[in-house]
């Protein structure tokens, strides 16, 4: 990048001489029995220069443009217009003024470049309009200004074509530049980014915030595993693996001691110490900083940094799931909280550029310990609508999606054979939510029967297209907590109206419209789960049970289940890796705000359960302690667990390296590299 | 004329403080609390109080109402729930884009619009008048989250011309302004048609057909000119519709212009964003109105303003 | 009374404008299709064959099948009943709204005037995306819900209409004389005002009929439209344009249903334009 901020001075001096010079002719012919013309003008045009100017450095602060061909080219056809403009000052002497003065008698001067253009000072002005601002790339001055200066310019032409007696009628030359200066402006063809070895990943969605201390959404948290290392970080199955902590020991239950790895650096060149990881958990805890993960690290006592490498924590009173809330990026201490500037971090790429609604710019960051990425840059661009991601990556201009297209597109989107298409188990479980204390809800009875009416399999087959796992339990299949041995929910439609009948619900009128029960269903906005809505809706009616979809916009949907608003509600649980999320869903007190347990669930044996297995430091008792919760859930069903989707990627063929994790991490993008294709493509072009 | 202006000016300050005064009114009416939405569900009860409290969000509505009032003449709107930024800051961030957006595409549907309803126009009743009628009819028809990937799908993917989405005022800029312009240019086509036939029928331009003037002179010249004047009220009175047709082309081009800012700040409940929003929306609303109707002064000299 | 004038007039002097002889002919097709919908289409609408989903047109299918298996030309014949009944039900509702405002503003006055141009303003400063949004979050999608959103704004333009009839009628002289013998202002309105107002009003509603129909296309994409498993024109593009490149067909026959509607109350519009202005068009072209 370099700097343009002598580009406006040096361009307002060239005026202000400009005017001098001006004075001084219109002075001398004045002597000499000319009269000037409409003196107004002369204002609007002045105006108009210092808008312009003023209008150029405010649109582009703080003037720095990256150093490539349009900059380049830019500078060159300037310094040309501008000799051009000396040249007509020269071959006009005295006659040349910005305003119009007539020296009546006199002859038409047809010296240099008035030779073959009739205004070429004019001409310059256009051209100068056009590559200032594609100069320093202001965009709105460019269009606004540009036009209003071919509106002046066209008036000013009038009046002086008028004072020098001549009716000539030609087209303006002027408006054809515009649209040539545009296209000038639209640069050469670009090169597809897997070609400039740069890789670009669609996300659905735009970040929120890209702070590890406060980012709570889904695509801020995508981003930051790219940009930010943790203390820990996780495997498939949900177990901590090293990641900035080489190892680490925990003495009693309430102690934990980490042991970092040497040379760690952050992306500025900072070492990473201790006292960076003490100052980001701090800052999470201290209230004044608002940060949503606080309540998390609530049986955090101290934090103690015995030496440059080490770090203990000590909780006051026992959390078998304290590891897993380590996995929590770390920054420099010091760093401020800004919105939109994100902190720096250890991690495999660093944030060049962030714009809120369009993209992040990452670059490799070769100090990472665990070596220098392959790949040297990566954009993130958030593409909201699906359309436009299946295009792009039709196109060429995004060569890697993580479940950002729709299970039906695959087929469409692989034909070409550029593009290939990965599918690995998902962590994500579907479900559909009871309310426990409605009348119809509350029987065991109705609630096995809508998970006997619902048939899964064919769902799976034609919403998901196969892509996705049936489950019995909302902890995803490859967690280490997860029952295998759980029964699964089968189709069984008759036995689902016997159910009801025995609940206390007969069907009134036999094969008849009229249903048995009514119920509403809510979920939100995200296409596919409307889809499945539709049918899920359709399978109950066939058991005589009418359901009504209220589809809800995000907030208020989220809001009603809070509050207990719903009979039936679909959610999904997102990046579930500890079972302790049964105490969270489950247990008698954890009922909204502050817990997830929305139906209003209540077993004894379910909350002794959950509270010992916080407590309990081996992992074989509590493993067996959630397998028995699992059961009695299966047995209960307050919630009917679906299926997970699987995690579904589209990438370019030459993209290699990407393993799959059923959390949806985009971790494994640093050990990813772009490899030459081995024969090429036989049939056309590689779209 | 400036007495007129004046006038107006003081007329519109209430509008704009209605406008405000009914959607703080409706926000904090939709289900849906900020500081749950803020801090998730992990967060203690404790912590949400505080966040209330210093978001000032545990104090009356007037309350609420009144220190936002007081902080406009100040220029500040707020810090934004969600990012923590000064609403003002966001706003501004914004307003680039959807500045170049909405011009060019009234540029767009006004270059296509106009030779397209004076022909419709001339050629009343023949082929080329049924003919621009059936395209504006399509266009009206089809909507813009159907026309903007269509158009991806021919010039980016097909032809290889053309970006399919982000922000730029070159080529980037050239898909989402038709698709916004399109539906501009339909009505205003019917619209200048329409007008246009209406002045035909006048004396005047009947009486300079007689004296010789050529038709399409007549009618370039002439009767355009006041024709011109309807259709410039309806440009200006439509600035809301380009506003709410942008929120679609917005988020499908991913351009970041004020109308998607709108939206997620309603979506996260961010009650500042929100209002600021909508503030700049209704000011830059009646900002057009007024230059629409001075617009109109000039273009017909018979329109006084006392 | 001339034999050109009345009901029946009109409909013959709409009908001599050849696209309006048209659109009245598609209308009428329209309508029919939405009261018989049951009888004509061929199959159920609601049935689902999810393995057939997203098949293209076949001998059983005419227009194909949608991501369910559902029938598209059945939906399509069904959707017109929920199209049509948004366009004018939204119109219908505007209409009443409308007039009754304009004419308590133009008939009282002063104050009451001055409260309506006032409230008249904001409206039309108001983005109405937001209120479209603030809609859906509160109630949720549903067919109520569209009207109430598509006609809460919608009735400005008529109340403008009937206001300016309002006070133009009352500064005529004849009116002093009518209310000097005793008419009362219902009366006033009935056989003076609506009359005089209806030739704007009249063309102002079909083409907002035909904006009311498209606008729902618009709502479904922001998620509030009517809910599943109804069909309307505008939900079926909602749902179809995921799969625009893999089955168009989804998308093609409710939007050229859509073009159609919208071309036909346009060209009425029109015909109706020109058949209710008490001048006759002259022939222009100098050509």
Redesign the interface.
Known sequence: MISLAWVAPVVAAQRLSELWLCRRNRLRLLSRGGREVRPDTYKVMVSLHVLFLASLSLESYPWRVPEDIRTWTCLAALAVVTALRYWAIASLGMYWNTRVVVVPGTRLVRAGPYRSLRHPNYLVIVLEFLLLPLLMRAPVTLVLFSLANLAVLRQRIRIEEAALEEIVRHRLLPWFLLPIGLLAGLGCAQKLPIEEGRMVIALPGAPVNVDPRVATDAYGEQILQMTHASLVSRDAAGEPLPDLAQRWESPDPLTYRFHLRPGLRFHDGRPLTSADVRYTFAWILDAANRSPHRGLYRHVAAIGTPDARTVVFRLSEPFAPFLSTMVRGIVPAESPARGYAPPVGAGPYRIDDLSPDGEAVLSAFDGYYGGSPPIRSVTVKFVPDSNVRFLELKMGSVNFTLNGVDPDLLPAASLSGRLVVEEGPGGNVTYLGFHLRDRALSDARVRRAIALAIDRETIVRTIWKGRADLVSSILPPGSWAHDPDLPAAPYDPARAGRLLDDAGFPDPDGDGPLPRLRLTYKTSQNEVRRRVATVIQEQLRQVGIAVEIQSLEWGTFFSDIKKGNFQIYSLTWVGISDPDIFHHAFHSRSGPPDGANRGGYSDVEVDRLTESARLEPSREKRRAMYRRVQRILARDLPVFPMWAGRNLLVRDRRLTGFRLTPDESYAPVRAMRIVPDPVAPSTGGPR | MRRYLLGRLLRTLPVVFGVVTVVFLLIHLLPGDPVEIMLGESAVPAQKEELRRELHLDRPILSQYASFLAGIPRGDLGVSFRSREPVLGEIARRIPATVLLAATSITVAVFVALPLGVLAAMRRGKAADYLSGFAAMLSLSIPNFLLGPLLVLLFSVQLGLLPVSGYGAGRPLVLPAITLGTGMAALLTRMIRATLLEELRKEYVTAAIARGLPFRSAVVRHALRNALVPVVTVLGLSFGAVLAGSVITETIFSWPGIGRLLIQAIDARDYPLVQGCVLVIALSTVAVNLATDILCARLDPRIRYE | MNEESGLLGLIRRTSRHR?AAVGMVLLALFLLAAVFAPVIAPGNP?A?T??E??SGPSSSHWLGQD??GRDVLSRVIHGARLSLAVGLGTVGISLLIGLAAGSLAGFLGGAVDRIFT?AC??L???????LA??I???R??SFGNVLFALSVLGWVGYARVIRAQVFSVKAREFVESARAVGGSPARLLLRHILPNAISPILVEATFGI?RAI?AE??LS???LGV???AASWGSM?G?G??????APHL?TAP?AA??LT??AF??LGDGL?DALDP?A??K????
């Open positions: 696209g609601l689902q999810l393995d989903g997203l991501k369910f006032g303003d904001v039309l400063a108001f983005p109405g995306i937001l949004i603030g859906a979050a509160v949720g999608p035909a498209v296309a618009g994409f922001l998620g809910a599943p498993p593009i749902e344009r995921h799969f625009l490149f893999i998308v939007g859509i073009l919208v071309m346009n060209f334009r001048k068009h002259a222009l072209s100098g050509r």
